[in-house]
């Protein structure tokens, strides 16, 4: 119930008591005993009445703002210079000799009435209005006074001070350097006192003079600058002077950036008694020298690349393509064999959009060639480019199929993947012993629709033809696979090019030769090395169109550089554009040619077909 009145301290007890019980005939039971004891708790705090400002309870106005003390200050000392220069103007021209006294005693005058004034507010800094005799002309007067000016002219083209004068300088040059030792605490103290304040000539022009000073400095630093350049500017060296001075590879390296930026402007940065040539000389010595290439594969990269990716190519040669493995797609998916390996420690990503087997490993806590997976058959190691010759093949279930320089069965384990383990596929290589790893790796996969052979390529026409499709991955000199093989910088001349080409073109016949043109889907073959020379690669296809009945087709690939139908002094056919470039320094994996030919007719032009 509700409270009627206070009731005494034991009746409340009581009432307190017969609570708990009911309580406790209701089911609850509570412990005194346990409860703590409780505190006051939080008071709100309560709120002061308002009080007004002591200028407002004053009677003030609101809308005059009252001025700083520091500023109240500043005016008082500019009041009292001007004064005392004006002062002094005056005296000077009435021809008067005992200034101090006199002008102690203004100064006195001028500091009491600027006391008496500064109490007031001040708009815009008004100059004090003077109460004494001189009143006059003591009042500072808005604007540039002539009158002024020229008593200040005639004071400072005087030669000879009264001992007045020098000691009312005395005292302007204390005021001065007492205003100095508060200047940077008056600026310091914030903007909207300075803004407020009336802006003297002096400290225009001393702004102004600032500004200037500024402005002469940069301009100073920039010809400098222009000088330094000047002084350093590249100069081509003579041949004799490369062979004679000792290989510092910095040196050398910074002569390689000099002439790249030379030959890439080489109309204005060029020197006038030197050529072209010249400075291409000097660029291949120096690439020789740094990167450790002969003369002839720099002069053939010379010739493919433009001078400033050349500088890429050979860069990105030097680092490692990044690991890439391949997913059995017969045992496994891509996205279990991820989550297998990520679980291991492996640190990998999707190769890309262009490839829906292929993954990219950054790192592994564990060998990536070792683990259970790799041992079950899920995945096998395999370069990024080495998936675009068989991706460009599109093989199909049923087919019949040769891959003709089969080792070591990365291409062929996918051929067979994507089969499905259908058809027949026909791997053959030249080296009997390079056949062992092909059965390996066709056992570790799961692979059993494939038969390994060791025959000669350009002999296997006589063996077995009629195949619906053909991959040639041909035997090159390597140059795309410089990371992998750096022997290749010093190795390869030029005749070891041309009998890889001859071997090349004898090849391509023969794989020609194995296709059936009347496939209901097929009689493509696909060619592809791991060079970037045109010797390679247009030139044998270009050699093929001529010799077979053939045709270029889209690869399928979408992504690459196109081939070349123009190189040098040679023109190929203009469907070589459909041909396809990798290279390291623009898709980060080693170099590759991709071409994708047609077969289209079983006989061979300039041999009568056999009689049936």
């Known amino acids: 119930g509700t409270w009627s009145r206070p009731r005494p301290r034991g009746e409340l007890a009581s009432f307190h008591l017969r609570s708990v019980r009911s309580a406790s005939r209701m089911g609850r039971k509570k412990d005194l005993n346990e409860l703590g004891k409780r505190g006051p708790g939080r008071k709100a705090k309560k709120q002061q009445p308002p009080e007004l400002p002591v200028r407002l309870k004053e009677g003030d106005s609101i809308g005059i703002k009252k001025l700083g003390g520091r500023i109240r200050q500043r005016s008082k000392r500019r009041a009292i210079k001007l004064a005392a220069k004006v002062l002094l103007a005056e005296q000077k021209r009435k021809g008067k000799k005992k200034l101090s006294k006199a002008v102690d005693v203004e100064k006195m005058q001028i500091e009491s009435s600027i006391q008496e004034e500064s109490s007031e507010s001040l708009e815009g800094l008004q100059p004090p209005v003077f109460s004494d005799e001189n009143r006059s002309w003591l009042k500072p007067v808005d604007g540039e006074n002539m009158q002024t000016h020229d008593l200040l002219s005639e004071e400072d083209g005087s030669s000879q001070k009264s001992t007045g004068e020098e000691s009312l300088l005395q005292t302007l040059s204390d005021l001065d350097s007492n205003s100095n030792l508060e200047t940077e605490d008056e ?50 060296p003579r041949l004799e002077d490369l062979v004679d001075e000792s290989q510092d590879l910095q040196n050398v390296q910074h002569r390689i950036r000099e ?33 450790g290439y002969n003369e002839f594969l720099i002069q053939m990269f010379m010739k493919l690349f433009p001078v400033s990716e050349l500088i890429e190519f050979l860069e990105s040669c030097e680092v490692q393509r990044p690991v890439t493995i391949r997913t059995n797609t017969l045992k496994t998916r891509r996205r279990d064999l991820a989550q297998a390996l990520i679980s291991r420690g492996v640190n990998l990503d999707p190769i890309g959009k262009w490839s829906k087997v292929g993954l990219v490993v950054y790192d592994s806590t564990v060998p990536v060639g070792a683990t259970p997976e790799y041992l079950a058959g899920h995945y096998i190691l395999q370069g990024a480019s080495s998936l675009m010759p068989v991706m460009a093949l599109a093989p199909r279930e049923g087919e019949r199929i040769l891959d003709m320089c089969a080792a070591p069965g990365g291409k062929t384990t996918y051929i067979a993947a994507l089969m499905k383990n259908t058809g027949l596929l026909m791997a053959n290589d030249a080296n009997r012993d390079r056949t062992k790893a092909i059965v390996g790796n066709l056992h570790r996969l799961g692979i059993h629709n494939a038969i390994v052979c060791s025959y000669d390529g350009r002999k296997f026409p006589a063996v077995m033809s009629g195949f619906d499709r053909v991959l040639l991955d041909a035997p090159c000199s390597g140059t795309g696979i410089v990371s992998k ?70 690869t399928g690939l979408n992504f690459g550089n196109e081939g070349y139908a123009k190189y040098q002094e040679k023109r190929f056919h203009p469907s070589l554009l459909l041909t396809r470039r990798f290279y390291p320094h623009t898709h980060n994996m080693d170099g590759f040619f991709v071409a994708k030919l047609k077969k289209f007719s079983n006989n061979i032009p300039g041999v009568a077909s056999p009689q049936k």
């Open 187 to 236: 600026f310091s103290s914030g903007r909207e006192d300075s803004a407020e304040e009336p802006v003297l000539k002096v400290e225009k022009q001393a702004r102004k003079l600032d500004k200037e000073k500024a402005r002469s400095r940069k301009l100073e630093r920039k010809e400098r600058q222009v000088a330094a350049a000047d002084t350093e500017a590249f100069e081509l």
């Open 259 to 291: 002439v790249v930026h030379v030959l890439c402007n080489f109309r204005s940065l060029r020197q006038p008694d030197r050529s072209r040539k010249e400075y291409l000389v000097v660029l291949m010595k120096d690439l020789m020298t740094y990167y």
């Open 485 to 554: 093989d750096p022997s290749v910088k010093t190795s390869k001349a030029e005749k070891d090019i041309q009998r890889c080409a001859h071997q090349q073109k004898e090849l391509i016949l023969a794989a020609i030769d194995c296709l059936d043109a009347k496939s209901s889907t097929g009689g493509f073959l696909v060619y592809s090395t791991c060079s970037v020379l045109v010797e390679e690669n247009e030139w044998v296809i270009d050699y093929a169109l001529k010799m077979r009945h053939v045709k270029l087709v889209a």
